[in-house]
């Protein structure tokens, strides 16, 4: 498995991996025979039926919302690159990252951008606006069948309600990003990845 | 309401309590009985069958006519199973009772409460004099009471992360276990030395035989506490684990450190000896086990006519598997085991749904049963024995039980943790430390110590004390001390309902992101054993390979789950459809003036949130819990939400014309097209749409299975058009809802195609009304033709391989059991 993978990407493909993910050089190598090891079709990209063959991802509330942030609007195939971007967000940052400042482009693990991975969960029209049907819609789908759909309409009045500083009675990503200050989003949004 | 329902569990406490007491009296009025027994005997002559008219001649005019007996008694005759019988049901009657209080079982584990009333039922026996049954023979523990145990262990057994850490696992099971026992023995025996303890007598075999049992671990009651608790899988699995297969290395330590015992002079020859011995058992024992769980296998390939017996299959290939190995006197538990684990896999493809619940619950069943009988009989032999009790012994075993089993586990897990992807931290290993009770094996072991020693006492008093020390003292303790180290550092200020759903959210993305990464770090193996499985292994052991029959049957199986669950719901429609009928009409009212949310209505949001969101899953999967089956219903609960909005977005035609468009898009009647064909739909539908076809093919599924749509009909009775053709009407970009609806099937159908058919595409965005209009109209004029021949769309690649596969679905229905099939699909 080791030399399949190895053979399949090239060093120079790696490298410029490591520079727009911040992934080291073992993790993406097991990342990529993990990807090859999804892709049944072998042709080197996953489509949805791939995440869909996960089991845990299936008994994952929002599963299909995981699996959907993985491709760019409208397409249905993602290689390597594009799997490799997604995962990033989720690398955990570390803390010669955070004095770095105002990069030329921000790291794709920032907090900002953690945020906004966390932000496109809700927002599927990318309207770049929380509506109260989208927020009702996660809802539903976190929430046991117990609650009537009162209950939660409600709670999802008092989510707008509480987050909602300009009154469009939508949450826009900076609202999004002032309810969650105090939260600890780098912490709850990594992954350790496994070398 | 309340009044009376402590009405109910008062009368129930009371019943159970004289149903108690009136065993009680059975188990002392049987010792009366044993008593008069003799008397009993002497009234056999009068108890036959007498032909009055052959008396005439007989030389024994004297006797006197006996007449037909009408009542009569014969308690040796059923004496045996009838104690039997008694002492299960006492046993069983205290299981019962525990249950009845429900929080006693979480902070006093189940072993220690079945050893306190063991104790005291032998109190009683102790009183009348009367001795226990010969439970703890050799005979009788090693073949009927423990291979249940061992079974139970086996077959639930969470393959995936086992073999995941199979490595480790076997590393604390097999160096653990001699390192514990030589070191106990080892410092016992120089304990022995010192005079004043009057020990001088134990040598060092004994001495390191002792040691062998002692170190046998039963982390049962720890196992429940971390799942509770819910500490991380590794901990988990490798407790597990070791538990299970230091059983094994337990045994062979016995047999060889007794035979050592009863040599005068041990000479190096016979350690080596003892060396290749053990890996001869170990080998054989796998061996065996394989063996026999694939002609388990194998047989229940052709069970489908006799479906009734078909359980029993399982239960004999595994008993047959452990008396073979016993015979050869390789490690029966390890053949057990193995076979458990080959035979599952198969046999759970190849048996009907209700034999597959069967063998589950049987299983469960026996294994518990054995196991209260094991832990009553602890108790109740701990006042029946003769005991000799020497406190520095004692005490000193206790100590370095501690001491040595401490020292292990942090000296096997320094050296272990490089190796590990995920090394165990402080926590951990104070957990599996801590978690090592001592429970049924030593019992066993130390019970069937040859005479020939000349202080078994001793050595029974000093195990029944570890055993009781660690069960009560350890396994209550275990719970506050691992919730006072793994205490979160929670915020003690309410929360605001932002911040509760939107982590929750993403606690669940990490999960999800977690486990599509996969922590497999030895997929070489897993591809070669999958490759090997797939072209060679499932051919000859599976019935039906082909992966038609397992779409067709797990539909079935869904459905009946969907139906059985709807009609079982308290409350309405678990697809939720209705709830966002609602949606619609709140759109209307999102006019209406903002709602004032008091406090308290803010913290019963919190409340509802807090109980009802689903909750992060826990990797273990509880089906490793001893005393329960798999507990599935959470993630049915999930499945089955997904499948039925998946059917709700179903967009075949109703059953009869679909009249004019006077029927407004807010309320299309869905219902299943009578006949439509998988493949016409299909091709219908992906040539019009180039997608979707997913959809329908879950809907002609239904159609084949025979399901009537009815059955899970409340998601499709007349409601209205889900949002989505509203939105797709409203906002350019369509929303998501539907998307992600028909994609959940994919997980269902995603590689259990049919022969070579080509993936199906995933479903394109709905963009307009207009194609949705096309789209019923094709579906009703589809008609149950031979299917046309699909061109294979560019760019996807064929799914061949698929169609080896077997029901990429089956994850779903029985993921919690057979973690290790899902994934090893991946």
């Known amino acids: ?195 | 309401m309340g009044t009376s329902v402590l009405f109910e569990v008062r009368t129930e406490r009371v019943v159970f309590c004289m149903l108690f007491l009136l065993l009680l009296c059975c188990v002392g009025g049987k010792c009366e009985l044993q008593e008069t027994k003799p008397a009993a005997s002497a009234e056999l002559p009068t108890v036959n069958p007498i032909k009055p008219f052959d008396h005439g001649p007989q030389a024994f005019p004297e006797e006197e006519r006996a007449n037909l007996p009408v009542f009569t008694m014969d308690y040796p005759r059923i004496q045996v199973p009838f104690e039997f019988t008694l002492w299960i049901l006492l046993a069983s009657f205290a299981k019962i009772g525990f249950h009845i209080y429900h929080k006693i079982t979480i902070w006093i584990p189940e072993s220690c409460l079945l050893i306190s009333i063991g104790l005291i039922v032998g109190g009683i026996m102790y009183s009348v004099k009367e001795e226990p049954p010969a439970v703890l023979s050799s005979n009788v523990f090693f073949l009927y009471m423990l291979p249940p145990i061992i079974l139970d262990s086996g077959y639930f057994m969470p393959t995936r992360p086992f073999f995941e850490n199979v490595g480790t696992v076997l590393w604390y099971a097999v160096v653990g276990t001699l390192w514990n026992s030589i070191g106990i023995g080892l410092s016992l025996f120089a304990i022995c030395q010192f005079e004043v303890f009057g020990l001088q007598d134990i040598n060092l075999q004994e001495n390191l035989l002792f040691g062998a049992i002692i170190s046998a671990v039963d982390p049962v009651a720890a196992l429940n506490v971390f799942e509770d608790i819910g500490v991380n899988e590794q901990t988990y699995i490798v407790i597990f684990g070791e538990g299970l297969f230091n059983d094994a290395v337990t045994v062979v330590l016995y047999n060889m450190f007794s035979f050592l015992a009863d040599l005068p002079i041990v000479e190096s020859t016979d350690v080596f000896l003892g060396v290749a011995r053990f890996f001869v058992v170990a080998a054989g024992g796998v061996l065996f086990g394989v063996l026999f769980g694939f002609v388990a296998a194998f047989t229940t390939r052709f069970t489908h006519n006799v479906r009734q017996i078909e359980p029993l299959f399982v239960f004999m290939y595994s008993y047959l598997a452990y008396l073979v190995a016993e015979c050869f006197a390789i490690s029966s538990v390890l053949a057990l085991i193995t076979c458990a684990i080959t035979m599952k896999y198969y046999v759970e493809e190849n048996v009907s749904q209700r034999s597959c619940t069967t063998i589950r619950h049987v299983v469960k069943m026996l294994g518990t049963v054995s196991e209260t009988l094991i832990f009553f009989f602890l108790g109740v032999v701990t006042i029946t024995t003769e005991h000799e009790w020497n406190w520095a012994y004692i005490l000193f075993t206790l100590v370095f039980a501690f001491i040595w089993r401490g020292l292990g586990i942090l000296v096997l897990s320094q050296i272990v943790n490089p190796f590990r992807t995920i090394p165990f931290n402080f926590k951990d290993q104070f957990g599996l430390a801590y978690g090592g009770l001592r429970g049924a094996i030593c019992f066993a072991l130390v019970f069937t110590l040859p005479d020939t020693i000349n202080r078994k006492n001793l050595f029974v008093t000093a195990s029944i004390a570890v055993i009781i020390f660690t069960v009560f003292i350890q396994g209550i303790s275990i719970r506050p001390i691992v919730e006072y180290i793994n205490i979160r550092k929670t915020n003690k200020d309410l929360m605001t309902i932002n911040v509760e759903i939107h982590t929750r959210v993403m606690e669940h993305v990490v999960c999800g992101i977690e486990d599509l990464c996969g922590q497999w770090s030895h997929y070489y193996w897993k591809d070669k054993f999958k490759k090997f499985n797939d072209r060679i292994l499932r051919r000859i052991l599976l019935r039906d390979n082909r992966a038609e029959s397992s779409i067709v049957s797990l539909y079935k199986k869904l459905e009946l789950q969907n139906a059985i669950d709807i009609l079982d719901t308290p409350m309405g429609d678990i697809s939720a459809a209705p709830s966002l009928v609602s949606l619609s009409d709140e759109r209307k009212e999102s006019s209406r003036p903002k709602k004032k949310f008091m406090a308290a209505d803010v913290r019963k949001m919190h409340d509802i949130l807090s109980k009802n969101m689903y909750k992060i899953r826990q990797k273990t999967l509880a089906y490793t819990n001893k005393y329960s089956l798999p507990d599935e219903s959470r993630t049915r609960e999930i499945l089955i939400r997904r499948h039925a909005s998946i059917r709700r977005s179903v967009r075949a035609g109703s059953f009869r014309e679909l009249p004019d468009r006077n029927i407004p898009k807010s309320q299309k009647y869905y219902s299943l097209q009578p006949g439509g064909d998988l493949e016409s739909a299909f091709a219908l539908r992906r040539r019009s749409r180039g997608g979707g076809g997913e959809v329908d093919r879950i809907s002609d599924h239904l159609q084949l299975s025979g399901v009537s749509p009815r059955s899970s009909s409340r998601s499709l009775v007349p409601m209205r058009r889900l949002n989505t053709i509203e939105e797709a009407r409203q906002h350019t970009p369509p929303t998501g809802l539907d998307v992600l609806d028909e994609r959940g099937p994919g997980s269902l159908l995603g590689s259990s195609l049919r022969g070579q058919r080509a993936p199906v595409p995933a479903p394109r965005r709905r963009s307009s009304d207009r194609e949705d209009e096309d789209n019923i109209d094709s579906t009703e004029e589809s008609e149950p033709v031979n299917p046309p021949p699909l061109p294979p769309p560019g760019g996807w690649a064929p799914e061949n391989q698929d169609a080896r596969e077997n029901g990429a679905g089956d994850p779903l229905l029985r993921h919690s059991s057979q973690g290790s099939r899902g994934s090893r699909r991946l």
């Open chain 1, 1 to 195: 498995m080791g030399s399949r993978a190895s053979t399949l990407l090239r060093e120079e493909e790696i490298e410029e991996i490591k520079k727009e993910t911040g992934f080291s050089h073992s993790q993406i190598t097991r990342l990529y025979s993990r990807f090859t090891s999804l892709d049944k079709g072998e042709n080197g990209t996953l489509s949805r039926e791939d995440f869909q063959r996960i089991p845990e991802l299936a008994i994952n509330p929002l599963g299909d919302r995981i699996i959907n942030a993985f491709f760019p609007e409208g397409e249905d195939q993602v290689n390597f690159r594009g799997f490799m971007r997604t995962l990033a967000h989720f690398r955990p940052i570390e803390d010669n990252e955070k004095n770095k400042n105002a990069a030329a482009s921000e790291p794709l693990n920032s907090r900002t951008n953690k945020l906004l991975f966390a932000f496109r969960l809700y927002d599927l029209d990318r309207d770049d606006k929380i509506s109260r049907d989208e927020l009702l819609q996660v809802l539903r789908m976190m929430v046991g069948v117990n609650i009537s759909d009162e209950q939660l309409g409600s709670i999802a009045d008092r989510t707008i309600q509480e987050a909602d500083t300009n009154g469009d009675n939508s949450i826009s990503f900076n609202e999004f990003i002032k309810v969650l200050e105090k939260v600890d989003v780098e912490q709850k949004m990594s992954i350790r990845f496994l070398h």
